[in-house]
């Protein structure tokens, strides 16, 4: 009897001890322990921060606490409305400042801004416009009035336009909308994925008639540089078709002539700028 009683004792302590171990509330120390790998599993996660690092981080941290307890938090609204919410935002104008090494998918045809191409490159002489039939925009620089063609019947030179309209920048507002998906109510105006993905390529195809032009490109480039640089980027990966660019005259540049003139325009902006590492194109096509 006593015997059957220490053996019930061996066998049933043991396997007491391994329950309370697995019931679900595992040691408190074992798990900070094991959150501390975690971290420092993560990239960074075996650096010391120096002290003027951790009063950063303090300040970054409570930061984003205000931020988080604000009326509106931006990652909670639609990105149209969340943008003024984040270029005011503290985080951001800190993180701006912060070098972020490179850029690796940047498409040639959205490059840099449109309020750029708007308030600068349809500015300048020989830019005309055509308003199409499906409500968009058509540009080409040219030294006379160019042919009518089937999507665009009538040419307007954009100098003669502005001139006869009063409100000068409600227009230039109106032509960085057909550049942009930007919309005051994206829910209403994008009901699905169709709408949007029609809009997004006529925005596209607008600025081509502007980005294409060859003395053009060649300040666009230098101009998208000039964009990454101010938030800090140091390197540049474009991928780009290298569509074919135009002069006044209407001669075609080729492809070879894209990819120089995409070379020089580096050169001179690392010259102009010797911590900018460089940039370069990556072929690719429409889909």
Avoid at 240 to 257: F, M, P
């Amino acid at each position: 009897m006593v015997k059957s009683l220490c053996l019930v004792l061996l066998t049933f302590v043991p396997l007491l001890w391994f329950a309370r171990e697995s019931d679900g509330m595992p040691d408190p120390a074992r798990r900070d322990l094991l959150m501390r790998e975690e971290v420092s599993r993560q990239t960074g996660g075996l650096l010391t921060l120096t002290a003027a690092e951790q009063k950063l981080d303090t300040c970054l941290h409570r930061l984003k606490e205000q931020e988080m307890a604000a009326t509106l938090f931006p990652p909670a609204e639609h990105f149209f409305k969340a943008k003024l919410l984040i270029e005011k935002s503290p985080i951001y104008k800190l993180l701006q400042k912060m070098p972020k090494g490179a850029a690796l998918h940047v498409h040639s045809s959205s490059l840099v801004s449109a309020e750029w191409l708007v308030k600068n490159v349809t500015y300048r002489p020989h830019c005309y416009i055509c308003f199409t039939w499906d409500n968009s925009v058509r540009f080409l620089f040219s030294n006379r009035q160019p042919f009518p063609r089937w999507d665009c019947f009538y040419w307007q030179l954009l100098e003669s336009l502005r001139a006869r309209i009063e409100d000068n920048a409600g227009f230039d507002n109106s032509l960085i909308q057909h550049l942009t998906l930007f919309t005051e109510d994206p829910d209403g105006e994008y009901p699905n994925q169709d709408v949007v993905w029609e809009k997004f390529e006529k925005a596209f195809i607008a600025a081509a008639g502007l980005i294409t032009h060859a003395p053009i490109l060649r300040d666009y480039i230098y101009q998208g540089l000039e964009e990454l640089h101010k938030d800090n980027i140091m390197y540049l990966e474009l991928r780009s078709g290298l569509s074919r660019t135009y002069e006044l005259d209407g001669t075609i540049h080729d492809k070879v002539w894209t990819l120089k003139m995409f070379q020089e325009v580096t050169s001179k902006f690392k010259q102009n700028h010797p911590e900018f590492f460089g940039a370069r194109i990556i072929i690719s096509v429409h889909r």
